[in-house]
């Protein structure tokens, strides 16, 4: 399966694809936090990174590609995979639609997790990282088994320097302006699950996403 998972920043991205990808045994790919992967490194492009990242705004589009096109060449995706966060633009749109056609691949489906941005600063100003694994808790919806640390791997858990009230404003001006534009284009193609997320709890959205895909 070849999928994609699209919303507003703090729309339940992330939370949600961690559970499509253990039922339907397929890699997430996610460009935030191959991102932050590289800003951990402390690397000059970790730097550069950083610089667009902190303060919200999109990474350019040539190097975002760059870095997912080596990402995806890697074989681990060959038995499908979804992609979280990417394509955000219309020109990464496009890349992607020429790379399956070039790879002779389908995409099967676009999720859509619609949250109204009422909810969304909570949310992410709520928000606890795991910097290993880049699994999202929240300190009040959805809190660790224990304090700050990650269920899934045991890392203590980070707040992301981007979860900032200013930083939150300008990713959700950003998504407005760019990436809505980009679920229209694929509403076009019949491909998009639309589920209706606010005030939802986790398990009921993913429950609504996996009766719609199968
Ligand atoms: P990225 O990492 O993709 O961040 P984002 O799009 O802003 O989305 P988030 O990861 O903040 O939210 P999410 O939807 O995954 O929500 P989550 O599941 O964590 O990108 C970061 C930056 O990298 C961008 O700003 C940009 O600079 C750059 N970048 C990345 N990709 C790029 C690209 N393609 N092009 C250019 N630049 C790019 O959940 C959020 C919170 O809500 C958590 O606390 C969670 O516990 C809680 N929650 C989840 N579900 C529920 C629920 N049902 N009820 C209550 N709380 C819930
Ligand atoms: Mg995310
Ligand atoms: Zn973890």
């Known amino acids: 399966m070849i999928s994609l998972i699209m919303g507003l920043p703090g729309a339940g991205k992330g939370t949600q694809a961690d559970l499509i990808i253990d039922k339907y045994g397929i890699k997430h790919v996610s460009t935030g936090n191959i991102f932050r992967g590289a800003i951990a490194e402390g690397t000059e492009l970790g730097k550069e ?26 074989d681990e995706y060959k038995a499908g995979f979804l992609l979280d966060g990417f394509p955000r633009t219309k020109v990464q749109a496009e890349y992607l639609n020429q790379m399956l056609e070039d790879m002779n691949l389908e995409l099967d489906n676009v999720i859509y997790v619609n ?11 709520g928000r606890l990282t795991c910097p290993n694994c880049g699994a999202s808790y929240h300190a009040v919806n959805v809190p660790p088994k224990v304090e700050n640390t990650c269920d899934k791997c045991g890392n203590e858990l980070i707040t992301r320097a981007d979860d900032t009230v200013e930083s939150v404003t300008n990713r959700l001006e950003v998504a407005k302006s760019q990436t809505l534009p980009v679920i229209d284009f694929y509403q076009e193609s019949g491909k998009v699950i639309e589920i209706e997320a606010s005030g939802k709890s986790v398990e009921a959205v993913f429950s609504e996403i996996t009766k719609s895909i199968g």
């Open 49 to 74: 990174l950083a610089s667009y990242m902190n303060g919200g705004n999109l990474v350019p589009d040539e190097l975002t590609i760059s870095i997912l096109k080596e990402e995806l060449s890697k």
């Open 115 to 125: 949250v109204s941005e009422d909810e969304i600063m909570g949310r992410l100003t």
